[in-house]
């Protein structure tokens, strides 16, 4: 059984820090793609930033430069440093992962239970 599992989220003033952690465990034999997305109510859900196992990295334009997304893998994490932090950050942020079970090459998509971050005007 493979988890998604997140960590980190909470409650700070503009311009405070957090970081986010996600950890996937369980039985797999790849990992792909981690990801952050987010979401408020009555709004979809958008990627914050994203990153492959090339190492290549994307981020939602109203975060660079502000947020950093990172990588563990020989743990199986990935972690989202949100530096700069503005009201309009508040969101339930999800951890996302593109994890192969077997050596097939086939990737299955893998969401986090969310963390809520609430940024203080």
């Known amino acids: 059984q493979v988890q998604v599992v997140e960590s980190g989220g909470g409650l700070v003033q503009a311009g405070g820090s957090l970081r986010l952690s996600c950890t996937a465990s369980?039985?797999?034999?790849?990992?792909?793609?981690m990801a952050w997305y987010r979401q408020v109510p009555g709004k979809q859900r958008e990627l914050v930033a994203d990153?492959?196992?090339?190492?290549?990295?994307n981020y939602l334009d109203s975060v660079k430069g502000r947020f950093t997304i990172s990588r563990d893998s020989t743990k199986n994490m990935v972690f989202l440093q949100m530096n700069s932090l503005k009201f309009e950050d508040t969101a339930v942020y999800y951890c996302?992962?593109?994890?192969?079970?077997?050596?097939?090459?086939?990737?299955?998509?893998?969401w986090g239970q969310g963390t809520q971050v609430t940024v203080s005007s």
């Open positions: 369980g039985s797999f034999f790849s990992i792909n793609v």
């Open positions: 990153s492959n196992k090339r190492g290549s990295t």
């Open positions: 996302y992962a593109e994890i192969a079970t077997t050596g097939r090459g086939i990737y299955y998509q893998y």
